[in-house]
């Protein structure tokens, strides 16, 4: 655990003077079927005449911005020429588990995953980054992150800008720490200076006319309260998993880490004006890491010294230029109804209690490491098993200090409800990510559909890099309970296991074991672990043996004789 920050080291590169001077990077666009990513070292100057090395991918810093079209069948090609392992997840994609890139997906130094896949979410914006066990943070830090644009063919109805870089404008907007060699540091509390789209103190010409934002906020930890100088009005017309039913008009939005929005802005009244794009940051709420007050009962060392914490800030300098020549010149008044599950259609409710973990030596109310329901992340033991198709609630409840924004992979959800209270206008649409405030519950409603694996879990965490690293994550299957019984292990011979599922006591192989030898049983879990085991002895011809103690779940019976090898599959409820 790395929670030694040595403040001497740390530079603070302060953002006071607000003179927008760079031009905004627009990031170069790939365009499927085929997307060859390489991730390398680089390096690029933030601050002249230093050289501050970097990760990028195709690049200096960032990736190029995939563009995909939901029903396309794709295929990208990682190619890891690091020296060290990564992995890359397509956030907010549903996709199988082989495919999501999460932990378990390492790419080994020098080799290349190739993950392929249909589209299948709705058109908004995504992004993809590694999620190597332990070590999200460092790899995003040192600039490994990329936006995905999905189109679809309802989006493409409505009249809205969609001309990249012209007026539909990507903005992944980061907020990072340099040290004094002007190296990037995973130095939270320092995180003073924003990079939108890889660039400080960046402007942008806009055409005078109705323009789209794409906001993603990637900070480690930051949450940004977006809004435009003079409080001029915009319109969120997406989430993270889709289009909203209606543009909903707004002076604020708040996003913490992982989550998009897009919004529009009328600027056809300020041709040859500028106005910036903002955080007001100092009208964040208690317990959000970027606002006046991290936690309630102490702060991260060197919180204050940071001038981003608690007061407003400039993103980006809109320069308004003339109109393109077929502008969209109105907000549309509204877009296809959203589809909500229904709460009588619930499966399973399940709750996620966010708790500091005591347990740890230097435990602070504010550092962390926080748990989710008591567990440490362990690579090897799986928290929750969902089944095919199952409508579900899940209940967060955080008895922290710090808001948290959750994560969940596979899977859109609709929040239903904050405390009882419907969420905030905007977040009622598809989401992936939603922060949790302090003493907060939130419930939200979902459905794990099309994908089902015995063993490839998902992932799910808060998306607070160290929070995530440390531990504040967990694991799950979606299993099928149909495709129970194919065996899985190689050279053995399928026997049935009755009945299936149980609770109590199964019966194997029946008439099967005509010989008298005494037979080895042993059954294990979904990870390969052995977890009974014991010699039956040749006095019926039937093995049958009592499963009521193991935890509900998917095992393997594997029955041996001195020379052959059985095994069959069940379902323990
Ligand atoms: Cu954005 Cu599990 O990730
Ligand atoms: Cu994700
Ligand atoms: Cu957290």
């Known amino acids: 655990m790395t929670r030694s920050i040595i403040p001497s080291l740390v530079l603070l590169i302060t953002l006071v003077t607000a ?59 990682v190619i890891n020429d ?58 995003v830090t040192k600039g490994l992150a990329g936006m995905i644009i999905i189109r679809d063919s ?19 907007v980061q907020s990072k720490s340099f040290d004094a060699f002007y190296q990037l540091a995973s130095f939270n509390s320092y995180d003073s200076t924003i990079l939108i789209n890889g660039t400080i103190d960046p402007y942008v010409e806009v055409p005078s006319q109705v323009i789209r934002l794409r906001l993603l906020a990637t900070a480690s930890s930051r949450s940004f309260l977006f809004g435009l100088e003079g409080d001029l009005p915009f319109y969120q017309i997406a989430t993270d998993g889709g289009l909203l039913d209606q543009p909903v008009s707004m002076t604020r939005l708040r996003l913490s880490t992982g989550e998009r929005a897009e919004i529009l802005i009328d600027l056809s009244a300020l041709q040859g004006q500028s106005i910036f794009l903002k955080s007001f940051a100092s009208e964040l709420e208690d317990g959000i890491i ?14 204050y010294s940071n001038p981003l914490n608690g007061n407003d800030y400039n993103l980006l300098r809109l320069d308004v230029v003339a109109p ?57 033991s799986i928290n929750v098993t969902c089944f095919l198709d199952e409508v579900e609630i899940w209940r967060l409840i955080n008895q922290t200090e710090l808001a948290h924004p959750f994560h969940i992979h596979d899977i859109q959800f609709y929040v239903l409800d904050v405390n009882g209270n419907p969420p905030a206008p905007g977040q009622h649409g598809q989401k992936d990510v939603v922060l949790v405030m302090p003493g907060d519950t939130v419930r939200f409603i979902t459905q794990f559909e099309r994908f089902a ?121």
């Open 154 to 172: 309802i989006e493409s109805t409505y009249d809205l800008p969609r001309t990249y870089g012209v007026d539909d404008i990507p903005l992944i």
């Open 324 to 380: 393109t020549t077929n502008p969209v010149t109105s907000i549309p008044s509204s877009f296809a109804p959203l589809n909500p599950w229904n709460e009588a259609d619930v499966d399973v409710s399940r709750d996620m209690v966010f708790t500091l973990d005591t347990n740890t030596l230097f435990a602070s109310p504010v550092e962390g490491p926080f748990l989710i329901n008591n567990a440490p992340f362990d690579m090897d």
């Open 82 to 139: 690091l020296n060290i392992s990564t992995t890359m997840h397509w956030h907010g994609f549903h996709i199988s588990a082989a495919n999501d890139g999460g932990p378990h997906q390492v790419i080994d130094p020098g080799t290349t995953w190739s993950p392929s896949f249909k589209v299948r979410n709705d058109a908004a914006t995504y992004w993809f980054h590694p999620h190597l066990h332990e070590n999200t943070e460092l790899q």
């Open 453 to 573: 694996h015995p063993t490839d879990p998902y992932m799910f965490h808060c998306h607070i890099l160290h929070h995530e690293d440390e531990g504040m994550m967990g694991h799950f299957l979606v299993i099928d309970t149909n495709a129970v019984s194919v065996p899985e292990i190689m050279g053995t011979q399928q026997i049935s296991v009755s009945p299936n599922p149980s609770s109590d006591i199964i019966s194997i192989g029946s008439g099967r074991f005509d010989s008298v030898q005494t037979l080895e049983v042993e059954v294990y879990n979904i990870l390969g672990q052995k977890v009974q085991s014991y010699l039956h002895t040749p006095d019926n011809l039937q093995v049958s043996f009592d499963v009521s103690k193991l935890q509900a779940g998917l095992y393997t019976v594997v029955v041996r004789s001195i020379n052959k090898q059985y095994s069959g599959k069940f379902l323990k409820i």
């Open 19 to 77: 003179k927008a001077q760079n031009p905004l990077y627009i990031p170069d666009t790939l365009n499927g079927p085929i997307y060859n990513l390489t991730v390398a070292y680089s390096s690029k100057v933030f601050f002249p005449p230093n050289v501050t090395d970097t990760y990028g991918m195709n690049g200096d810093i960032l990736a190029p911005v995939l563009l995909m079209n939901k029903g396309d069948s794709i295929t990208l090609n």
């Open 290 to 303: 970027g606002g006046p007050v991290a936690g309630v009962s102490d702060t991260l060392p060197g919180y």
